[in-house]
């Protein structure tokens, strides 16, 4: 069973504390939702386990090994926006297909993984369509579709239904938490909206 653990985070901004010794562990196939307000460090907590930036002190783990000092690109970990950072020239098959691109994988493999990515989010048939032409809710599982595509080991998703309406993100909460369960794998949540915490995370 795949797990991170995070052990005594300290990170400064400007010269003030932003994360003061968090401490968390997320096995497989478990949920975990930070729950906090804008400005609170959870976005910089996801940035550090992704290696995108490091802390100032305190380790992180994957299965036992610590990761702090291993670069981001050798984690495979997915990260998943708030704006979804879609390719507008590129239609959906492509955009979920760029990262698959980047790491120079067969085209047989890559049109594979993208098909599987699209029935994993129940948009099977949208290969050709361009993003532009989508409603938010349709972006955002094409957005959760190319995170889930390359197979990481981690998934963390940084306020993912934000940018969508209230009835459009309630519609979709608990069909993101069957999405994300059917993966199998550690997910790291965040929100500031704690009763979508409560229905999507386990914890």
């Not at 497989?28 to 386990?49: H, N, V, Y």
């Not at 948009?123 to 050709?128: N, Q, S």
Request: net charge negative; aromatic share 6%.
């Amino acid at each position: 069973m795949n797990r991170l653990e995070l052990i005594d985070i300290h990170k400064e901004y400007e010269g003030k504390s932003l994360l003061d010794g968090v401490n968390f562990a997320v096995g497989s196939g478990e949920i975990l939702c930070l729950l906090g307000s804008s400005g609170s460090g959870k976005s910089t907590i996801l940035r550090i386990i992704a290696g995108i930036e490091n802390p100032d002190s305190g380790s992180v783990y994957w299965n036992g090994v610590e990761i702090k000092n291993q670069p981001a690109y050798r984690r495979n970990f997915g990260l998943m926006f708030q704006d979804y950072a879609l390719f507008p020239h590129l239609n959906v098959a492509e955009n979920i297909a760029f990262g698959l691109r980047m790491r120079r994988l067969p085209r047989v493999e890559i049109n594979h993984k993208v098909a599987r990515a699209l029935e994993r989010v129940n948009l099977e048939g949208f290969a050709e369509r361009r993003v532009t032409d989508l409603s938010g809710g349709e972006q955002q599982r094409i957005a959760l579709a190319r995170a889930l595509a390359p197979d990481p080991q981690l998934l963390m998703l940084d306020e993912p239904l934000a940018a969508l309406d209230r009835s459009l993100r309630v519609e979709l909460q608990s069909e993101l938490r069957a999405v994300l369960h059917s993966a199998g794998i550690p997910v790291i949540y965040v929100t500031h909206d704690q009763e979508e915490a409560l229905l999507i995370s386990d914890r």
